[in-house]
């Protein structure tokens, strides 16, 4: 079966669902569906269940596919949907095959966490997957492997749709979107709202967001704002947000993810306790992130207001 995504659809916010677990560890897929559900009523339109924030690292194989399931169940049939990819060789190839039967629209490879990593070895690692599952394909740069020049590269097989760039040297990041002179890559900012309007600004088309789980209307109207240029409204709103990424950002970024999954207690959404090795959270830091959530929510509801008054499910 081919494949393929309208590429102008990317550009926009990318949503890293957090991962749903009960008091027994398990996955809660009931509440997993009402998330689900949310963000794709508020507007958001591309979903990466079970990559970073989601916990890739910590999940089975049947739980990676049970979550490309119930985002394709929840967001519906016009969302766009990548599902994770990434370690061992074989469960790869197994991952890819069953999360596009399961409603994946293409993959995106995590970054490799093998040593010895080199942009020969990535290559080989990459086209060994996708000779097997032919489908649209997203990179996760966040270090030297795989370089600028070997994306560009691979670039002219069309199975490469996208980047989602995490490196934060935006001079290179501009230098190498001036490189793609055939615009043959959609740019990605993979560093989320704190560096989006830098991205932005310089050739990324959207951002992921991880912050969306708990304020899906505010980064929407984020995107929106720096897409059409409006940089004064998009700083206003970026501030908003900033608490809730600087907090994110503590201790090497530890808190990435525990912090956001305490975050949805306030919404009254048990996500459960992070899996080893995650960050827990301490009683102070839950006291601070209840607080930090309930102001980000005062502001959410009231864009989401805004969006029900003039008739919008979400900003777009």
């Not at 980000?296 to 979400?314: K, N, Q």
Request: hydrophobic share 40%; proline share 5%.
């Amino acid at each position: 079966m081919s494949h393929t995504i309208d590429r102008k659809r990317l550009r926009t916010v990318h949503l890293v669902p957090l991962t749903a677990f009960d008091n027994q560890n398990r996955m809660d897929l009931d509440l997993q569906t009402r998330h689900i559900a949310r963000l794709a009523e508020a507007g958001i339109s591309v979903y990466m269940p079970a990559a970073g924030t989601g916990e890739f690292h910590s999940l089975s194989e049947d739980e990676i596919i049970d979550q490309v399931k119930v985002t394709r169940k929840a967001a519906g049939p016009n969302a766009i949907i990548f599902a994770p990819m990434g370690g061992d060789i074989q469960r790869t190839i197994r991952v890819a095959e069953r999360s596009m039967e399961a409603g994946a629209d293409g993959v995106m490879f995590m970054p490799l966490t093998h040593p010895y990593l080199c942009d020969e070895g990535f290559r080989d690692y990459i086209f060994t997957v996708l000779d097997k599952v032919p489908c649209p394909t997203l990179f996760y740069k966040r270090g030297p492997v795989p370089s600028d020049q070997l994306i560009l590269n691979m670039a002219e097989d069309s199975r490469i749709v996208g980047v989602k760039y995490a490196v934060n040297d935006l001079a290179q990041f501009r230098a190498t979107v001036m490189a793609d002179t055939n615009q043959k890559l959609e740019w990605i900012c993979g560093t989320a709202e704190r560096w989006a309007p830098f991205y932005m600004l310089v050739g990324a088309g959207g951002y992921t967001t991880g912050a969306g789980n708990v304020c899906p209307h505010l980064t929407l109207a984020l995107h929106a704002a720096l897409t059409a240029g409006e940089y004064q409204e998009a700083l206003r709103l970026q501030n908003l947000i900033l608490p809730l990424e600087d907090f994110r950002a503590k201790a090497g970024e530890s808190f990435n993810i525990s912090m956001l999954k305490y975050a949805m207690n306030v919404l009254g959404m048990n996500f459960g306790e992070v899996r080893p090795p995650q960050r827990r959270l301490s009683a102070e830091d839950k006291r601070d992130v209840e607080s930090l959530a309930k102001r980000l929510l005062e502001v959410e509801s009231e864009i989401a207001r805004e969006c029900s008054h003039v008739g919008l499910s979400g900003t777009k």
